[in-house]
């Protein structure tokens, strides 16, 4: 395979459209991009294929007499979508987000919005039309915009964000950075007292700056892995009047009642049960050690204590074909939870798992339609969207809720509406900058062994950023 953009900063839009299409070792032509600008007339050509096979397409594009970024980006979104029409012809086939890579769909739709280049109720067909969307994906789009109002835009108003990169086992499927318990369970303690030491510092930042914390969540990894006694000592730490206190308690072979008593003791409101499948053997396979007793103990323990319950679900695993998903749906509605994630497998590097493994592409299209399409029948609704690279068949995660129920912070920190203060090993802390359009970040040390010996560097860093 050999790709070749005129334009540097296009290469990788190039590269991510032709993955989506084809694995990189099938990709089975070359192809190449050239640009010509006469004025406002742009030229795109693109070549395919090498000598007697060697095929050209050219288009022609008139930008607005407009600012030289605009023009940037439009030049950009000519390119990608004529690249796109390309793919298709030679491919034979369609992508469900069309041209959009390197995006968030609602985040990009709410942009053309909020530039006055769209109005609201024109989006899906703009979407379609311009970028070739399938209408039902535009459709999800607009229903994610319509069940985002608690968006507020207030440089003021921050989310608290504490990561535990530690699980009891990896599962096989996981493209997250997070250490196996047993490698690091001589660093907890000394992890625990950097947190605490961070969070010190983050107090006075928050009092010195005025910041209104609006959300915490603590993710991971499994922050359950803590014992009871850790989880008090952490929480006991952590003082702001919050209406969502979410504690992702994933694995449910980690959650015991004297948690649960530690967690709303100090006002945790959301937590995360994650049966991922309701296959046994495909956790099996997954290498996912937990069972559904499990799961169903914990989620009833969890509705005694009054938490809202997410449960994160995976269309794709391996081995998994419809039939199974259709009844892992089917479980996830008797048991009604507030909030359901339906992640579609992604084969990240990070992943043990190869992208030739998920060998079931159709079924994955049908997993992800049937779950939308019933979920929506028994009353809940989509609410924050985001895709991954190699995600199956270059679908979505999408959350969904029920009876208003929507966790703040997945709005937040997917649509970029507020800054974030990120701590623990692996955080990324972000500054939005509401008025000015414009987001900085600032990551912490991904690994728990650097993030405890420069835990004073970070906490100097973070005093400088916010
Ligand atoms: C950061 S993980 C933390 C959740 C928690 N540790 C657990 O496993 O229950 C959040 C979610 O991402 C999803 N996930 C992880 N790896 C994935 C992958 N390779 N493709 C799609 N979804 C993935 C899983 O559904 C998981 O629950
Ligand atoms: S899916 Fe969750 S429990 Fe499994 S390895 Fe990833 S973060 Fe840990």
Same mark, same amino acid.
């Given at each position: 395979m050999k790709i070749e953009c005129e334009n540097a900063e296009f290469e990788k839009d190039m590269q991510d459209l032709v993955n989506l299409f084809y694995d990189e070792e099938d990709f089975p032509f070359s192809v190449k991009h050239t640009f010509s600008l006469d004025g406002n007339t742009l030229t795109s050509v693109i070549e395919t294929g090498s000598g007697t096979d060697a095929k050209e397409s050219k288009q022609t594009f008139l930008l607005p007499d407009t600012t030289e970024l605009l023009k940037k980006s439009l030049m950009k979104r000519h390119f990608k979508n004529h690249l796109y029409e390309v793919l298709c012809r030679i491919s034979k086939k369609s992508l469900p987000?069309? @041209?959009? +890579?390197?995006? $968030?769909p609602t985040k990009f739709a709410r942009d053309l919005i909020e530039r006055g280049e769209v109005k609201p109720h024109l989006i899906t067909e703009v979407l379609v039309r311009?970028?070739?969307?399938s209408a039902d994906k535009a459709k999800l789009v607009f229903q994610i915009l319509n069940n985002q109002k608690c968006i507020i835009k207030n440089d003021k108003l921050i989310d608290l964000f504490i990561n535990i #990169?530690?699980? #009891?086992s990896r599962c096989n499927y996981c493209s997250f950075i997070s250490s196996e318990y047993s490698k690091v369970s001589n660093k907890m303690e000394e992890y625990l007292a950097c947190l605490l030491k961070e969070l010190e510092a983050v107090k006075k930042i928050i009092h010195e700056n005025s910041y209104i914390v609006r959300s915490i969540y603590i993710g991971g990894?499994?922050? +359950?892995?803590?014992?009871a006694e850790q989880l008090e000592r952490l929480l006991s730490n952590i003082n702001y009047p919050v209406s969502e206190f979410t504690v992702e308690c994933? $694995? *449910?072979?980690?959650?015991?009642r004297e948690k649960f008593e530690v967690l709303k003791k100090y006002g945790v409101s959301r937590i995360c049960v994650n #049966?991922?499948?309701?296959?046994e053997s495909t956790l099996k396979r997954i290498g996912r050690k937990t069972t559904n007793a499990q799961v169903f103990e914990a989620y009833k323990l969890a509705l005694e204590f009054g938490f809202v319950v997410n449960m994160d679900i995976i269309a794709g695993?391996?081995?998994?074909r419809f039939g199974i998903f259709k009844r892992t749906i089917s479980t996830l509605l008797e048991l009604y939870p507030e909030n359901i994630t339906v992640h579609t497998l992604s084969y990240k590097n *990070? @992943?043990?798992? $190869?992208?030739?493994?998920?060998?079931f592409e159709a079924d994955v299209v049908k997993m992800v339609d049937y779950a939308e399409k019933t979920l929506l029948e028994n009353g809940y609704q989509p609410y924050y969207i985001y895709r991954q690279k190699h995600q199956t068949a270059g679908l979505e995660n999408v959350g969904y809720f029920r009876d208003?129920?929507?966790?703040i912070f997945n709005i937040d920190s997917m649509e970029d509406t507020s800054s974030v203060i990120a701590l623990g090993a692996g955080a990324i802390s972000k500054r939005v900058f509401t008025t000015e359009n414009r987001i900085e970040r600032l990551p912490n040390c991904k690994f728990i062994e650097d993030y405890i010996s420069r835990i004073d560097e970070m906490i100097e860093k973070k005093k400088n950023f916010f």
């Amino acid at each position: 395979m050999k790709i070749e953009c005129e334009n540097a900063e296009f290469e990788k839009d190039m590269q991510d459209l032709v993955n989506l299409f084809y694995d990189e070792e099938d990709f089975p032509f070359s192809v190449k991009h050239t640009f010509s600008l006469d004025g406002n007339t742009l030229t795109s050509v693109i070549e395919t294929g090498s000598g007697t096979d060697a095929k050209e397409s050219k288009q022609t594009f008139l930008l607005p007499d407009t600012t030289e970024l605009l023009k940037k980006s439009l030049m950009k979104r000519h390119f990608k979508n004529h690249l796109y029409e390309v793919l298709c012809r030679i491919s034979k086939k369609s992508l469900p987000w069309g @041209s959009l +890579t390197g995006v $968030r769909p609602t985040k990009f739709a709410r942009d053309l919005i909020e530039r006055g280049e769209v109005k609201p109720h024109l989006i899906t067909e703009v979407l379609v039309r311009d970028y070739h969307v399938s209408a039902d994906k535009a459709k999800l789009v607009f229903q994610i915009l319509n069940n985002q109002k608690c968006i507020i835009k207030n440089d003021k108003l921050i989310d608290l964000f504490i990561n535990i #990169p530690v699980c #009891p086992s990896r599962c096989n499927y996981c493209s997250f950075i997070s250490s196996e318990y047993s490698k690091v369970s001589n660093k907890m303690e000394e992890y625990l007292a950097c947190l605490l030491k961070e969070l010190e510092a983050v107090k006075k930042i928050i009092h010195e700056n005025s910041y209104i914390v609006r959300s915490i969540y603590i993710g991971g990894g499994t922050p +359950t892995i803590l014992t009871a006694e850790q989880l008090e000592r952490l929480l006991s730490n952590i003082n702001y009047p919050v209406s969502e206190f979410t504690v992702e308690c994933g $694995r *449910a072979d980690t959650i015991t009642r004297e948690k649960f008593e530690v967690l709303k003791k100090y006002g945790v409101s959301r937590i995360c049960v994650n #049966p991922q499948t309701f296959c046994e053997s495909t956790l099996k396979r997954i290498g996912r050690k937990t069972t559904n007793a499990q799961v169903f103990e914990a989620y009833k323990l969890a509705l005694e204590f009054g938490f809202v319950v997410n449960m994160d679900i995976i269309a794709g695993l391996t081995g998994e074909r419809f039939g199974i998903f259709k009844r892992t749906i089917s479980t996830l509605l008797e048991l009604y939870p507030e909030n359901i994630t339906v992640h579609t497998l992604s084969y990240k590097n *990070a @992943s043990q798992i $190869r992208g030739e493994e998920v060998k079931f592409e159709a079924d994955v299209v049908k997993m992800v339609d049937y779950a939308e399409k019933t979920l929506l029948e028994n009353g809940y609704q989509p609410y924050y969207i985001y895709r991954q690279k190699h995600q199956t068949a270059g679908l979505e995660n999408v959350g969904y809720f029920r009876d208003g129920n929507v966790c703040i912070f997945n709005i937040d920190s997917m649509e970029d509406t507020s800054s974030v203060i990120a701590l623990g090993a692996g955080a990324i802390s972000k500054r939005v900058f509401t008025t000015e359009n414009r987001i900085e970040r600032l990551p912490n040390c991904k690994f728990i062994e650097d993030y405890i010996s420069r835990i004073d560097e970070m906490i100097e860093k973070k005093k400088n950023f916010f």
